[in-house]
């Protein structure tokens, strides 16, 4: 193992996230290696400043409630309508291409900044009424 395997292990170490095997793979590792034992004294020293100076944070007894029932509220729109959305504005979008090709350049430079601007101003029909269906998202 070296410090790098033996440094990431150690601040898993710390979190009670090991494995016994690495557990004690680590410790084998801080009997030989005195630069990850230093580091292993600083993380531990860190560990705990911050447990003494930032205190535990509490939550509300309703708060998990709360989260589940926001949770459960499900999409006012099918979960594919955005995915077909995206489709559709595809195809239409080559559809105008493939129809404007046959046309010299100097007639169809207008074009583009027409369909860009179409293209803006259907995504935000688009955006309007999806954020009116959903009253929780705050557009």
Known sequence: MDCTQAQDLLLDELDAALEPAERREVLHHLDDCEPCRAFAGLQRQLDAELRDRVPALVLDA?????????LAVRQPWPEWLPELA???GAALATAASVLVLP???S???WIGSALAGLGLFVHSLVARALCGLDARAGC
């Open 86 to 88: 995206y489709v559709v």
């Open 62 to 70: 309703g708060f998990r409630r709360t989260l589940e029932v926001r």
């Open 103 to 105: 046309f010299p350049v």
């Open 107 to 109: 007639s169809t430079w």
